[in-house]
């Protein structure tokens, strides 16, 4: 008769913390399907705010790029049509492109080398004529460029500033 006693109690305890524990919880050993559910769509949401935050950031650092904050200096991704007179010049950024597309120009080189000729795969150096419709290329930036003694118009891509000597 003890014994019947002892086991019914423990079987009350044990229904007694099942009925009172929450769904999910460490006592409760039976996880409801809408609990389950409920978790997961959480967890989603969760995860497309963080993915939707890192997407706007990188826009941001992308918009922060092409659009440089140096005064003057002009950075862009696509083709930008420059027109340089008498005793001006473009002076590129490492990286910028440009194709003479009319008149007459010439190289700016530096103390390390000129401007790479993609098309005809050289190096230009300092005051070497800018052939036309030519793809140049400025592989670093430390004042770059071409200038015209007449007039001269290119297409450029990159960051370039258009200076008067």
């Known amino acids: 008769m003890k014994k019947v006693l002892i086991f019914t109690m423990i079987i009350a305890l044990t229904a007694t913390t099942v009925?009172?524990?929450?769904?999910?919880?460490?006592?409760?050993?039976?996880?409801?399907?809408?609990?389950?559910?409920?978790?997961?769509?959480?967890?989603?949401?969760?995860?497309?705010l963080e993915e939707i935050e890192d997407m706007k950031t990188q826009i941001d650092e992308l918009e922060n790029k092409t659009s440089s904050s140096e005064k003057g200096t002009t950075a862009s991704l696509s083709l930008d049509i420059v027109e340089i007179h008498?005793?001006?010049?473009?002076?590129?950024?490492?990286?910028?492109?440009?194709?003479?597309?009319?008149?007459?120009?010439?190289?700016?080189?530096?103390?390390?080398?000129?401007?790479?000729?993609?098309?005809?795969?050289k190096d230009f150096v300092s005051d070497m004529m800018?052939?036309?419709?030519?793809?140049?290329?400025?592989?670093?930036?430390?004042?770059?460029?071409?200038?015209?003694?007449?007039?001269?118009?290119?297409m450029v891509r990159g960051e370039y500033e258009v200076i008067d000597n």
Do not use: C, M
């Open 19 to 48: 009925i009172f524990a929450s769904p999910g919880d460490t006592s409760d050993p039976i996880v409801v399907l809408s609990y389950l559910n409920q978790r997961i769509e959480s967890l989603i949401d969760d995860y497309k």
């Open 130 to 154: 800018v052939p036309a419709n030519h793809l140049l290329i400025v592989p670093r930036d430390d004042g770059r460029g071409v200038y015209t003694n007449d007039y001269a118009i290119f």
């Open 86 to 121: 008498e005793g001006e010049k473009i002076i590129a950024k490492e990286g910028t492109e440009l194709i003479l597309r009319g008149g007459e120009a010439f190289i700016i080189g530096s103390e390390l080398g000129g401007i790479t000729n993609i098309t005809l795969g």
